[in-house]
């Protein structure tokens, strides 16, 4: 195998199974990634407390969920480290070092927070752990030296800001001790939901990747289609319909003829539904043999837990060492 080029840290809270949305916003990219580059994928449940520490108990659950998730679409723990952010400790003390040089205002002004607060409402997220979440994440991927982080959108201030405090970091102690990491944009595939919204757990519109193959027709049954389209003779129009926008993820072999047909008016909805059923089953048939043969070893997760747990601990004891030094803690 060729020489990998460089370290990449990714993490998720784990929040739930996970749903296609997710595969193709972001599992998939890492999964390539894992050809090319060192890999560390964080299971991140103490960021998950941070917004769940008031009914943290389903956590536990959501973390095995999450972890035969990533293995059944094909993250593999011989190319990647895959382990839980609260099995090593010294993420929490780089974050507690970190926080001593990190100007309040950072955080404060940090675009995520405030939108955050505003949207949970209800939910009392004026706290110090909360404030600091995008400092625990940055403790996170510096740990690792990592030189780039694949996120969507909406994450990279966060690594806009680990790069800011990996710079401040290096010139108070005048050693580089932590690269800047790169921000790798996830390729945006759009994945709506059953309904044409984004696919999301909170509108209720979700298809989950370890969904069993019989439950897939139904749910392809359910998709939005054109409204305007009421009679099959009708044309319709392929773009507003949440049916193709799949049959471009999923159906490599006759998507222009079935756009021509909508368009003409020569092919039914329902007909148009039974193919993209076919090829999604097609697709996510071994991602559910995978994950079905996962379940068979009540212990695979908490083995592949483990094997992560060591290898990570090892660089991050490492990194402590140095920063330690660097702060005259040594
Ligand atoms: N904040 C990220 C999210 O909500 C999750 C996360 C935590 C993360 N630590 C990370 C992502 C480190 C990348 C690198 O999606
Ligand atoms: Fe959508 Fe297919 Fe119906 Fe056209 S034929 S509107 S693409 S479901």
Not at 214 to 228: F, H, L, N, S
Request: aromatic letters at 8%; one cysteine or more; hydrophobic letters at 40%.
């Amino acid at each position: 195998m060729a020489e990998k080029k460089g370290v990449i840290l990714s993490g998720m809270r784990p929040t739930g199974k996970l749903h296609l949305g997710n595969l193709f916003g972001a599992l998939d990219n890492w999964v390539a990634l894992q050809e090319e580059y060192h890999c560390y994928f964080c299971i991140v449940d103490w960021h998950a407390l941070t917004t769940a520490y008031e009914d943290p108990y389903s956590i536990k659950e959501d973390i095995r969920d999450m972890a035969l998730d990533w293995l059944s679409c094909g993250i593999d723990p011989e190319k990647s480290v895959v382990f839980r952010q609260s099995d090593v400790k010294e993420h929490a003390e780089l974050h507690l070092l970190l926080s001593m040089i990190t100007p309040l205002s950072w955080l404060e002004r940090c675009p995520t927070y405030k939108e955050q607060i505003q949207q949970m409402e209800g939910r009392n997220l004026a706290t110090y752990g909360f404030l600091g979440y995008p400092l625990l994440q940055a403790a996170d991927i510096l740990i690792y030296k990592a030189d780039a982080v694949p996120v969507g959108e909406d994450q990279a201030p966060h690594i806009e800001m680990t790069r800011e405090i990996a710079r401040r970091f290096n010139h108070l102690y005048d050693r580089k001790v932590f690269p800047e990491p790169a921000t790798i944009l996830n390729e945006y595939k759009v994945v709506p939901g059953l309904d044409n919204r984004k696919m999301s757990k909170s509108y209720d519109n979700v298809i989950e990747i370890s969904i069993s193959l019989p439950e897939i027709a139904p749910k392809v049954r359910m998709m939005v289609t054109d409204p305007a389209r009421i009679r099959k003779s009708d044309p319709g129009n392929p773009e507003v319909c949440s049916v193709f926008a799949f049959h471009r993820i999923f159906n490599r072999e006759t998507l222009e003829e079935l756009q021509e047909n909508c368009r003409k008016g020569a092919v039914g909805c329902v007909q148009c539904k039974d193919f993209l059923a076919g090829y999604m089953k097609q697709y996510l048939e071994p991602v559910y043999d995978r994950r079905r043969r996962l379940e068979k070893t009540p212990a695979v997760v908490e083995e592949l837990l483990e094997q992560g747990r060591r290898k990570a601990l090892q660089v991050a004891r490492e990194t402590m060492e140095e920063v330690r030094s660097a702060m005259g803690l040594a």
